[in-house]
């Protein structure tokens, strides 16, 4: 799977943007998607993830009711609309595929929030909010 993020940007605090994250190569609609972000000096943090249906969705807390992640299937990319942007937002942001419908584990509730569980990913794309 080859998957490239677009979208990205400088806005001011407060302001929205939408990330897309096209994919080829293989059957999309197949995979989890994900994104993630990272900031300068810190470690790559999960944002949010999507099943392959679209029927699964988990958010990161510091997202949770300003970020929506979706995907399109017959257009094989996957969403990110970011609203109310803060400056502690900005970094490099990643989508990310898994070779499954959802990624689990037997040890773990949140497998789905590690680097590890994917297998696939995008080249990133910069956010910046202004103050």
């Known amino acids: 799977v080859q998957l490239a993020e677009s979208g990205g940007g400088v806005v001011q605090a407060g302001g929205s943007l939408r990330l897309s994250c096209a994919a080829s190569g293989r059957t999309f609609s197949n995979y989890a998607a994900a994104w993630f972000r990272q900031a300068p000096g810190k470690e790559r943090d999960f944002v949010a993830v999507?099943?392959?249906?679209?029927?699964?969705?988990y958010y990161a807390e510091s997202v949770k009711g300003r970020f929506t992640v979706s995907r399109d299937n017959a257009k094989t990319t996957m969403y990110l609309q970011m609203n109310t942007l803060q400056p502690e937002d900005t970094a490099v942001y990643y989508c990310a595929a898994s070779l499954s419908p959802f990624p689990t584990v037997a040890y773990s509730n949140n497998y789905y929030s590690e680097v590890a569980a994917y297998d696939y990913w995008g080249q990133g794309t910069q956010v910046t909010v202004s103050k």
């Open positions: 999507i099943s392959s249906t679209g029927g699964t969705i």
